[in-house]
């Protein structure tokens, strides 16, 4: 089985203008950012709650605290929400009308949230409307570390942001790409 495509900055401008066009946009647009941004899995962003990302004041917080439930490999992590994802989500909770605050963090038409499932079914209907061949509910988060990985990122680092416990697992979602090795060779 081959890995899930890793996006370039086009390819995301692509995905984002699809999702523009669309029926709750905001909402499709936190959540395809969650993935590419934060690098969160899609089983973790449908298993966000109210509470999760939005403090007692109704601001996003900075941080993320995911429980083992909501992680692939069953180990709590913290997931850090850089400025430019948090007024994103903040524009998305705007729209909320919550009362319960263990309530979906993103809600479907049943109100009742995505399933890891769903919501990986609904990321391939976005990259299939965006035209990219090859793209999965997967491709956010391996532009999230093959994106940080180009920028310098230890891969110490991207494993703790990823939840790997081997830093071997995200050596592997890492692309390497010709700009990259021009950029290493740069610094000699």
Known sequence: ???????????????????????HAKRNRAMFLLTCWAGLRVGEVANLRYYDVIDENGLVRNEIRLSAAQTKGGVERTVFVNERLQKELQSY???LTRVNLTDAF???????????????QHFFWLYKKAGLN?????SGRRTFITTLAAKGVSVRVLASLAGHANISTTQR???????????AVELM
């Open 173 to 183: 979602y890492i692309d390497v790409n010709d700009d990259m090795k021009r950029q």
């Open 106 to 120: 993103f809600y479907t038409q049943k109100r009742k949230g995505f399933t890891a499932n769903t919501l990986a």
């Open 93 to 95: 909770a705007k729209e």
């Open 1 to 23: 089985m081959s890995q899930a495509k890793t996006l370039t900055q086009q390819e995301v401008k692509q995905v984002l203008g699809i999702i523009a066009l669309g029926k």
């Open 134 to 138: 090859g793209a999965s509910s997967h």
